[in-house]
């Protein structure tokens, strides 16, 4: 069964960097393209960044271009998002998804806070 979990989320000041993790069981996650989504309260979830199986398309939110960055390593079978320049904005839930046999599967996820 398709399983997800996300690690790495904390509390950050603003300027700060952190990376997330996404370990993924399962499915065969070389073939497979994943995303970063996150929901903050009160919004809808927003997609955040995507990455093609073989990682060599990636595509961004607009609200984080140039400052995040999306990379998977096939041989772990693990997702990441390494996010730097964070803003009080970026706070929110962050979850890893897969379209598995047109099923959408997500983590629980990991918090994400950035406040000085």
């Known amino acids: 069964q398709v399983q997800l979990v996300e690690s790495g989320g904390d509390l950050v000041q603003p300027g700060g960097s952190l990376r997330l993790s996404c370990a993924a069981s399962?499915?065969?996650?070389?073939?497979?393209?994943m995303g970063w989504y996150r929901q903050a309260p009160g919004t809808e979830r927003e997609l955040v960044a995507r990455?093609?199986?073989?990682?060599?398309?990636?595509d961004y939110a607009d609200s984080v271009k140039g400052r995040f960055t999306i990379s998977r390593d096939n041989d772990k079978s693990t997702l990441y998002l390494q996010m730097n320049s964070l803003k009080p904005e970026d706070t929110a839930i962050y979850y890893c998804?897969?379209?598995?046999?047109?099923?959408?599967?997500r983590g629980q996820g990991t918090q994400v806070t950035v406040s000085s």
């Open positions: 998804n897969v379209r598995y046999h047109q099923i959408d599967y």
């Open positions: 399962g499915f065969r996650f070389k073939i497979y393209p």
């Open positions: 990455i093609s199986g073989d990682g060599g398309i990636t």
